[in-house]
């Protein structure tokens, strides 16, 4: 298992269509990717948990990444949050 850190700096938070592209991100890979973050987890393929959350500018999530291709997957979800949050 891999994981990281990432302060929110996107003004409106982490909000529909970035979720919606972390969404398409996560899904070209096996491995399991699940956000926390102020005590609510979810798992970055669910639209929905992800919006649940509320993950405002300011906010730091955890990033958690398992699975077969997990080197793969960690490298492109870490790259999604620097360009797009």
Avoid: W
């Avoid at 990432?6 to 592209?21: C, F, M, N, T």
């Avoid at 987890?41 to 077969?68: C, F, R, Y």
């Amino acid at each position: 298992m891999k994981e990281f850190s990432y302060v929110i700096k996107d003004e409106i938070g982490l909000h529909a269509r970035p979720a919606g592209l972390l969404v398409k991100e996560v899904k070209k890979f096996e491995s399991a990717v699940t956000l926390s973050c102020k005590g609510k987890t979810a798992a970055a393929g669910k639209l929905i948990a992800i919006m649940s959350m509320g993950v405002k500018q300011g906010d730091e999530v955890n990033v958690q990444v398992e699975g077969p291709d997990e080197d793969a997957a960690f490298e492109a979800v870490e790259k999604f949050f620097q360009n797009n949050l």
